[in-house]
């Protein structure tokens, strides 16, 4: 059933949470009305401060973004979480977790709080995440957290969705060794070193700090990652964490990355959009059938691979 578009961004700029969830699964959904939801959506955004947290399952991420969610609230900021699985075809199961770990917020009307599962979406996690956090943000987010369930690009991709990337660590889980493994020490601009309650995390922030500047690709100008211990299940250190992101926002405001970020960001998103968009019309039109018939020329012999790509592209854009 179609929707009012107009009328559900309307309340959801009020702050009604039903309006934030409905226009959020339209997201999911890929709905049709999709397109009229962004177009609806597009002057209200660009005031979101986009963190991302990666880190391994059991850090902590849940814990840390729930103590985050109550130090952001404490300064009177609204604040939009996204937990996104991009393992789960489910969307709100996994979750499940999530949501009762962060209970402390659910009845808070300025924490919007939203689990998304993306496999099985042309365009996955890329294409999806982007027009939620567009959705928070136009709610009225001056924060929003999206945490991912990650390993290896899933990581890669949320921190690259985000202005300022959180990577989560915990003493004795091998996590150095894992996080170098991951490519994470590239994406890091804030580490948190969490369960310092735990032996071993002062050990963790020294490996952490000897890596970083093995791997310094960095020039004198560039950021140099924070590392912060906490103990998210006390709330302790999260304090820490609110300033070194202050910190990261404000040397990016004042170089003009934060910009420069955003438009990178922008530029992937059209892309995403708009390469799925070819694939399902290449589909559409052409079917396998198409595409089969290209493949037997190919092992023929009779046409070689880009010719057979350029026909297909051809296909579509002059349809
Ligand atoms: N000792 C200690 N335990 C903590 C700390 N922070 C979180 N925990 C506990 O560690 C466990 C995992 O925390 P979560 O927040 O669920 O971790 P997660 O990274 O979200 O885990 P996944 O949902 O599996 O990805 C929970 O039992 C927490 O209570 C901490 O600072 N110290």
């Known amino acids: 059933m179609?929707?009012?578009?107009?009328?559900?961004?309307?309340?959801?700029?009020?702050?009604?949470?039903?309006?934030?969830?409905?226009?959020?699964?339209?997201?999911?959904?890929?709905?049709?009305?999709?397109?009229?939801?962004?177009?609806?959506?597009?002057?209200?955004?660009?005031?979101?401060?986009?963190?991302?947290?990666?880190?391994?399952?059991?850090?902590?991420?849940?814990?840390?973004t729930s103590a985050l969610v109550s130090a952001y609230r404490a300064q009177g900021k609204r604040v939009g979480v996204l937990a996104v699985d991009p393992s789960s075809p489910f969307s709100?199961?996994?979750?499940?977790?999530?949501?009762?770990?962060m209970s402390d917020h659910a009845s808070d009307p300025g924490v919007y709080i939203r689990s998304?599962?993306?496999?099985?979406?042309?365009?996955?996690?890329?294409w999806s995440a982007p027009q939620a956090i567009r959705v928070l943000d136009a709610a009225g987010c001056d924060v929003v957290l999206v945490e991912t369930v990650g390993v290896g690009q899933s990581e890669v991709e949320i921190a690259s969705q985000a202005d300022t990337s959180v990577v989560l660590l915990a003493p004795g889980m091998g996590d150095g060794i894992q996080a170098a493994k991951?490519?994470?020490?590239?994406?890091?601009?804030?580490?948190?070193?969490?369960?310092?309650?735990?032996?071993?995390?002062?050990?963790?922030?020294?490996?952490?700090?000897?890596?970083?500047?093995?791997?310094?690709?960095?020039?004198?100008?560039?950021w140099r990652p924070s590392i912060v211990k906490t103990v998210a299940s006390r709330g302790e250190g999260v304090g820490e964490v609110v300033e070194a992101l202050e910190k990261h926002r404000a040397w990016m405001e004042e170089r003009g990355v934060l910009g420069e970020r955003r438009l990178r960001r922008a530029a992937?998103?059209?892309?995403?959009?708009?390469?799925?968009?070819?694939?399902?019309r290449i589909a559409?039109?052409?079917?396998?059938?198409?595409?089969?018939?290209?493949?037997?020329?190919?092992?023929?012999?009779?046409?070689?691979?880009?010719?057979?790509?350029?026909?297909?592209?051809?296909?579509?854009?002059?349809s």
Do not use: C, F
């Open 2 to 64: 179609a929707v009012d578009v107009a009328q559900l961004v309307e309340q959801a700029r009020e702050g009604r949470p039903r309006a934030v969830a409905r226009l959020i699964s339209l997201v999911e959904g890929a709905s049709p009305q999709l397109r009229e939801v962004m177009a609806a959506l597009a002057p209200h955004t660009g005031n979101a401060y986009v963190v991302g947290l990666t880190g391994s399952p059991g850090v902590g991420k849940s814990t840390s």
């Open 268 to 280: 992937t998103e059209v892309e995403t959009i708009a390469v799925t968009a070819l694939r399902e």
């Open 182 to 222: 991951a490519g994470i020490l590239e994406i890091g601009d804030v580490y948190v070193v969490n369960k310092a309650d735990r032996d071993g995390a002062d050990a963790t922030v020294r490996e952490l700090n000897h890596m970083l500047g093995l791997g310094e690709s960095r020039g004198p100008g560039d």
């Open 116 to 126: 998304m599962a993306t496999r099985g979406h042309l365009g996955g996690l890329a």
């Open 92 to 101: 709100g199961g996994a979750l499940l977790g999530d949501r009762i770990r």
């Open 284 to 318: 559409d039109l052409h079917g396998d059938r198409r595409l089969g018939a290209l493949a037997e020329q190919i092992v023929a012999g009779t046409l070689d691979p880009y010719a057979a790509a350029d026909q297909l592209v051809a296909g579509v854009t002059e």
